[in-house]
């Protein structure tokens, strides 16, 4: 076991060994939908439409297969919250004043699937996590991969 990890690694890591997974988590990139005019407007639209960027990550492939079920657990749990939310897209105006028609429009607007809306927030999320789990299962199968033909050519296979 590795006493002080070189930087990077995590404890019970072997030193010097490199037994680490590399991965590209996602993150969607979060902004909210300007609905100005001219160059500003127009900025903001593109920021809004940016889609996501990556960062990379290590991880001991012993915990990978863990990190993998917490990753689904969350996906789960933004699914479980995106279907709380979703009434809130239909909201009927409370009164029939225009206070009440304007509040719930904006409820409307800040929940929906809309940039800037958390259903859109939301489902950016779960894409980015599914992504990120794809990268981390695909350097896991290339870590095997490549585990099982060091074996297989050192005989012990």
Same mark, same amino acid.
């Given at each position: 076991?590795?006493?002080?990890?070189?930087?990077?690694?995590?404890?019970?890591?072997?030193?010097?060994?490199?037994?680490?997974?590399?991965?590209?988590?996602?993150?969607?990139?979060?902004?909210?939908?300007?609905?100005?005019?001219?160059?500003?407007?127009?900025?903001?639209?593109?920021?809004?439409?940016?889609?996501?960027?990556?960062?990379?990550?290590?991880?001991?492939?012993?915990?990978?297969?863990?990190? =993998?079920? $917490?990753?689904?657990?969350?996906?789960? /749990?933004? #699914?479980?919250? %995106? !279907?709380?939310?979703?009434?809130?897209?239909?909201?009927?105006?409370?009164?029939?004043?225009?206070?009440?028609?304007?509040?719930?429009?904006?409820?409307?607007?800040?929940?929906?699937?809309?940039?800037?809306?958390?259903?859109?927030?939301?489902?950016?999320?779960?894409?980015?996590?599914?992504?990120?789990?794809?990268? =981390?299962? $695909?350097?896991?199968?290339?870590?095997? /991969?490549? #585990?099982?033909? %060091? !074996?297989?050519?050192?005989?012990?296979?």
């Amino acid at each position: 076991m590795c006493q002080n990890p070189p930087r990077g690694r995590v404890p019970g890591a072997e030193c010097g060994v490199g037994r680490m997974l590399e991965f590209m988590a996602v993150t969607p990139v979060v902004a909210t939908a300007k609905k100005g005019v001219g160059v500003a407007g127009a900025f903001a639209r593109a920021q809004a439409s940016a889609g996501s960027t990556g960062t990379k990550f290590s991880v001991d492939p012993d915990q990978a297969e863990q990190l =993998i079920k $917490d990753l689904k657990a969350a996906m789960q /749990d933004l #699914e479980r919250i %995106a !279907k709380q939310v979703e009434p809130l897209t239909s909201l009927p105006s409370p009164g029939k004043d225009i206070y009440s028609g304007m509040a719930a429009s904006r409820i409307r607007e800040i929940a929906g699937d809309n940039p800037g809306g958390y259903l859109k927030a939301n489902r950016d999320a779960r894409e980015a996590l599914a992504e990120t789990i794809k990268n =981390i299962d $695909d350097a896991l199968k290339v870590y095997r /991969d490549t #585990e099982a033909k %060091a !074996k297989t050519s050192m005989g012990k296979g």
